[in-house]
């Protein structure tokens, strides 16, 4: 029996990876995923099916938003049936973001979905674009058992596969620009690409289920020594705030005084929610651990333990968009939905 050849979506945002550098003025423009493609001469070695979509134009990754996330798991979601895994190419600026919102939209995948870009653009002598590209790919085609070798979401830097939604850009220079503090690497790729199939979640046997609705009614305040209590109302007066990711210090401690502690206790009476990250890139939020963090569970502030702020704003956004009641998004927050948190 003749073996069926794995089919791979190559879907083109946009970012560095697709940018072209004017060999005269320097500057860099955007290329088409065809002349991107045209780099990669390689690509045709793979004896398998490999096809593109473009969104025209294509998005700098700081222009990336959540109307885009719901437009990316659409597409997905109507090709899902057509391919074995999908590639997203896109800017590294806010792939993290990406990762983590497509992971919530993209209900019981049981596919790859693998995010991955460049440093370099893909015409530069030395971009790191074409072995990205390539390697992800062959991750999204990979299969034991009939069965994807790695269905989840996944953002592929330099040799590296990392879960998504654990997933944080950490260099703006380097190739290895991504890094997962709190979660092994779900591969590595060296000679041979090595799977840690301990840590790579199961591939579901339930229908893919993509949602499309996300709320952005939210906010981030990172504390700083001096944090003025006046800034904290004003942002806790924003006229629609549903809920405010919390950066603070070490495993989520915070000033004590009165003066700061009020505008929380105010936000939390308010049916604000808030959710309590450290602003360390390892480790995790333990409130109750020191007093700089029992005065914050008092209050009613979730703790996120080690969730990403990537990944928290990509969960808040979801669980709002979603219409939980507040109650239920508190409990949620501090579930594991798609291996974002330890717990």
């Not at 090709?79 to 919102?101: E, I, K, P, Q, R």
């Not at 390697?135 to 590296?160: D, G, L, M, T």
């Not at 004003?234 to 000033?255: C, D, H, M, Q, W």
């Given at each position: 029996?003749?073996?069926?050849k794995?089919?791979?979506?190559?879907?083109?945002t946009?970012?560095?990876?697709?940018?072209?550098?004017d060999?005269?003025?320097?500057?860099?423009?955007?290329?088409?995923?065809?002349?991107?493609?045209?780099?990669?001469p390689?690509?045709?070695r793979?004896?398998?099916?490999?096809?593109?979509?473009s969104?025209?134009?294509?998005?700098?990754?700081?222009?990336?938003?959540?109307?885009?996330?719901?437009?990316?798991?659409d597409?997905?979601?109507k090709?899902y049936?057509?391919?074995?895994g999908?590639?997203?190419?896109?800017?590294?600026?806010?792939?993290?973001?990406?990762?983590?919102?497509?992971?919530?939209?993209?209900?019981?995948?049981?596919?790859?979905v693998?995010?991955?870009?460049?440093?370099?653009?893909v015409?530069?002598?030395?971009?790191?674009?074409?072995?990205?590209i390539?390697?992800?790919?062959?991750?999204?085609?990979?299969?034991?058992?009939?069965?994807?070798?790695?269905?989840?979401?996944?953002?592929?830097?330099?040799?590296?596969?990392y879960?998504g939604?654990?997933?944080?850009?950490?260099?703006?220079?380097?190739?290895?620009a991504?890094?997962?503090s709190?979660?092994?690497?779900?591969?590595?790729?060296?000679?041979?690409?090595?799977?840690?199939?301990g840590?790579i979640a199961?591939?579901?046997?339930?229908?893919?289920?993509?949602?499309?609705?996300?709320d952005?009614?939210?906010?981030?305040?990172?504390?700083?020594?001096?944090?003025?209590?006046?800034?904290?109302e004003?942002?806790?007066?924003?006229?629609?705030?549903?809920a405010?990711?919390?950066e603070t210090?070490?495993?989520?401690?915070?000033?004590?005084d009165?003066a700061?502690?009020?505008?929380?206790?105010?936000?939390a009476?308010?049916?604000?929610?808030?959710?309590?990250v450290?602003?360390?890139r390892?480790?995790a939020?333990?409130?109750?651990?020191?007093?700089?963090?029992?005065?914050?569970?008092s209050i009613?502030?979730?703790?996120g333990?080690?969730?990403?702020?990537?990944?928290?704003?990509a969960?808040?956004?979801?669980?709002?968009g979603?219409?939980?009641?507040?109650?239920?998004?508190?409990?949620?927050?501090?579930?594991?939905?798609?291996?974002?948190?330890?717990?």
């Amino acid at each position: 029996m003749k073996k069926e050849k794995a089919k791979v979506l190559l879907i083109y945002t946009g970012g560095t990876v697709g940018m072209v550098q004017d060999e005269k003025t320097g500057v860099l423009k955007p290329f088409s995923l065809d002349s991107i493609i045209n780099y990669i001469p390689e690509l045709s070695r793979f004896g398998f099916r490999i096809d593109g979509y473009s969104f025209n134009p294509p998005i700098d990754s700081s222009n990336m938003k959540p109307e885009i996330w719901i437009q990316l798991a659409d597409i997905i979601g109507k090709n899902y049936n057509n391919y074995d895994g999908f590639v997203v190419l896109h800017g590294s600026d806010t792939m993290a973001y990406t990762a983590s919102a497509l992971s919530f939209l993209l209900e019981n995948l049981g596919k790859p979905v693998i995010l991955t870009g460049s440093q370099l653009p893909v015409n530069v002598l030395r971009s790191d674009a074409q072995e990205n590209i390539i390697v992800s790919i062959e991750i999204a085609a990979a299969k034991q058992n009939a069965k994807a070798k790695v269905p989840e979401v996944c953002v592929y830097f330099e040799n590296h596969l990392y879960r998504g939604n654990r997933t944080y850009k950490h260099n703006a220079e380097n190739f290895d620009a991504f890094n997962s503090s709190n979660y092994p690497e779900l591969a590595t790729a060296g000679v041979h690409i090595k799977y840690n199939n301990g840590v790579i979640a199961k591939s579901s046997a339930k229908k893919l289920v993509v949602h499309q609705s996300l709320d952005t009614n939210i906010a981030i305040v990172k504390l700083f020594p001096g944090t003025n209590p006046a800034l904290l109302e004003s942002i806790f007066n924003t006229k629609g705030l549903k809920a405010v990711v919390l950066e603070t210090y070490g495993t989520g401690n915070a000033p004590t005084d009165k003066a700061f502690l009020k505008p929380l206790e105010k936000a939390a009476k308010k049916g604000i929610i808030l959710l309590n990250v450290t602003q360390c890139r390892a480790g995790a939020v333990q409130q109750g651990r020191y007093e700089t963090s029992a005065e914050l569970k008092s209050i009613g502030i979730i703790s996120g333990a080690d969730m990403t702020t990537e990944t928290a704003v990509a969960k808040l956004m979801f669980l709002l968009g979603e219409n939980y009641p507040v109650a239920s998004i508190k409990k949620l927050l501090q579930q594991s939905l798609r291996g974002e948190l330890t717990v």
